[in-house]
Nanobody, 120 residues
Framework: QVNLAESGGGLVQPGGSLRLSCAAS??????????MSWYRQAPGKERELVAT????????YYADNVKGRFTISRENAKSTVHLQMNSLVPEDTAVYYC???????????WGQGTQVTVSS
């Protein structure tokens, strides 16, 4: 059974930082065969892709509104993906979801989500 366990969310003041982590377990293939991403969904808005890192641990996508502030990384040996978020603004407030997709298939897995609130 696949499980994506997210951690690191919370309340932070504008300008602050948070580091999200997602630990994957039960994936049936080698870690380098999966794309790993972070999505987020703010209240009343659609879920949006924030960042993606490929199986070689190289970031391949950042949303325009997080470029230069967020950094995605992964450790295949530990089956984890991270999202370092700096210079946070209230508009970053959302539930953040870990997403894993097996290359060449439509097999995707989602974490349960972790709340990030940016407020003074």
């Amino acid at each position: 059974q696949v499980n994506l366990a997210e951690s690191g969310g919370g309340l932070v003041q504008p300008g602050g930082s948070l580091r999200l982590s997602c630990a994957a377990s039960g994936l049936p293939s080698k870690m380098n065969l999966y794309m790993m991403s972070w999505y987020r969904q703010a209240p009343g808005k659609e879920r949006e892709l924030v960042a993606t890192v490929n199986g070689n641990e190289i970031p391949t996508y950042y949303a325009d509104n997080v470029k230069g502030r967020f950094t995605i990384s992964r450790e295949n040996a530990k089956s984890t993906v991270h999202l370092q978020m700096n210079s946070l603004v209230p508009e970053d407030t959302a539930v953040y979801y870990c997403h894993v997709r097996r290359l060449g298939t439509s097999n995707v897995f989602w974490g349960q989500g972790t709340q990030v609130t940016v407020s003074s």
